[in-house]
């Protein structure tokens, strides 16, 4: 249960950098950035609130990667969290190194 809360921690965390992005894009009047960023998030919420690890994977192979390639903005501001993110897949066996 320690590395569900871990994993909950790390991804309110993205949830709450990626809030105050979208409100930062939007001041700037960058729609079509808000759109990938929440595009990005949205199915965060129901990941912290009923944590399965194989929806976990899917956001770390699928979700953050499609995000990574279509945002025309910085995200190194998710680098930190993602690599925290990425050590605890790694410890319980669900990346495997290249």
């Known amino acids: 249960m ?16 990626g809030l105050l992005r979208i409100r930062a894009l939007a001041n700037e009047g960058h729609s079509e950035a808000c759109s990938i960023e929440a595009d990005h998030l949205h199915n965060i919420p129901s990941l912290i609130q009923q944590f ?41 066996g669900k990346l495997m190194d290249n």
């Open 2 to 17: 320690k590395c569900d809360d871990e994993v909950r921690a790390i991804m309110l965390n993205i949830l709450g950098t």
């Open 52 to 92: 399965d690890w194989d929806r976990l994977l899917f956001y770390w192979q699928i979700e953050k990667q499609r995000f990574v390639c279509v945002t025309p903005c910085d995200y190194a501001q998710f680098m930190t969290l993602w690599q925290s993110l990425e050590v605890l897949l790694r410890q319980n």
